[in-house]
C-alpha cells in the first residue's frame, strides 16, 4: 500500500523559499505520476505542479517559474521547491499519486488515487 507523506512545510516571508518534500512508502514512486496540490482557506483545490513517470512536468501558471518539481529517487521523494514565495501562496499543500500513468495533469485531482495528509504553507511577514 502505498503511503505517502508531506515535510516541509512552515512559515516564510514573502520572497523566501521553502522545499516541499513528498516521501512514498510501500512502493516506489519512479511507478506514478506525481501531482503537488494546494488548498487555501475557502477554496477549491488546486494543482500546482506535476512530474510524470518519463521525467515530463508542468506546472499551473500561478507558480510557473517560481516553483520546480523534482525527484530523487534513491530517497523515493518528490520534492517542490518554491521560490519567490507571495502570501497568495498561503495553503495547505499535498502531494498526490497514480499508478502506471506516463502523464500527469494539474488540472483534476481525481486523476490522482493516492493522496498526503498536506503540510502547511504559510507566507506572511
Known amino acids: 500500500q502505498l503511503q505517502l507523506v508531506e515535510s516541509g512545510g512552515g512559515l516564510v516571508q514573502p520572497g523566501g523559499s521553502l522545499r516541499l518534500s513528498c516521501t512514498a512508502s510501500?512502493?516506489?514512486?519512479?511507478?506514478?505520476?506525481i501531482g503537488w496540490f494546494r488548498q487555501a482557506p475557502g477554496k477549491e483545490r488546486e494543482g500546482v505542479s506535476c512530474v510524470s513517470t518519463v521525467g515530463g512536468t508542468l506546472y499551473a501558471d500561478s507558480v510557473k517559474g517560481r516553483f520546480t518539481i523534482s525527484n530523487d529517487n534513491a530517497a523515493n521523494t518528490v520534492y517542490l521547491q518554491m521560490n519567490s514565495l507571495k502570501p497568495e501562496d498561503t495553503a495547505v499543500y499535498y502531494c498526490?499519486?497514480?499508478?502506471?500513468?506516463?502523464?500527469?495533469?494539474?488540472?483534476?485531482?481525481?486523476?490522482?488515487?493516492?493522496w498526503g495528509q498536506g503540510t502547511q504553507v504559510t507566507v506572511s511577514s
Open positions: 510501500g512502493a516506489t514512486l519512479q511507478n506514478y505520476a
Open positions: 498526490a499519486a497514480v499508478p502506471r500513468i506516463h502523464y500527469c495533469n494539474v488540472v483534476n485531482r481525481s486523476f490522482y488515487t493516492y
